[in-house]
């Protein structure tokens, strides 16, 4: 019998399992799901306010608990202030350099200004809705930034260079 690793399963599926699971036949995986149940209460409880003094939780705190600091809101992992400031630097400079070193075309037609505005809206829906939710898109679905840290700051990165390369050229072409 392979074992479960139940600690990639969210608390919701964990007490999903514990409700459905046949005790008697998987002792083992049970013995193994109240102990990760366990492991996560005492992660709330470590990071849960002090109702008696009042005093909510420090960054040092979330850090050791997690490992790296993020921002937890409705199960989703936002990005900090800085790391949006970092990727778009990283974005615009390497946009802008590739398209200073491109050639202009001799004319632009309207058709290509309005493929040029759709093109930006995807590419900036695309930069922004990582950035907030932390999440993005990869052959094995949908990956989270605490899982997939290295993948989604390249996806991150590579929004905010397309964003920032269809920009600059547009703005040379239509300006």
């Known amino acids: 019998m392979h074992s479960i690793d139940y600690s990639k399963f969210s608390l919701d599926e964990l007490l999903d399992v514990k409700s459905n699971i046949d005790k008697a036949l998987y002792s083992e995986r049970y013995k193994a799901l109240l102990s990760e149940i366990s492991k996560r209460e005492k992660q709330a409880q470590a990071l849960s306010f002090d109702m008696s003094e009042n005093k909510a939780i ?85 990956v989270n930034i605490k899982r997939h840290y290295i993948y989604v700051t390249i996806s991150q990165i590579m929004w905010s260079y397309l964003f920032f390369l269809g920009l600059i050229i547009g703005l040379k072409q239509f300006a």
Request: proline share 2%; aromatic share 14%.
């Open 58 to 142: 420090t960054p040092t705190q979330l850090e050791q608990v997690n490992g790296h600091q993020f921002n937890y809101f409705e199960g989703e992992y936002r990005c900090t202030f800085k790391r949006v400031m970092v990727v778009n630097a990283i974005g615009l400079f390497f946009g802008g350099i590739v398209s200073l070193m491109s050639k202009e075309p001799s004319s632009a037609s309207s058709l290509d200004f309005g493929l040029f505005a759709l093109f930006e809206c995807m590419t900036f829906a695309c930069l922004v809705t990582t950035l907030y939710t932390g999440k993005s898109l990869s052959n094995s679905g949908i």
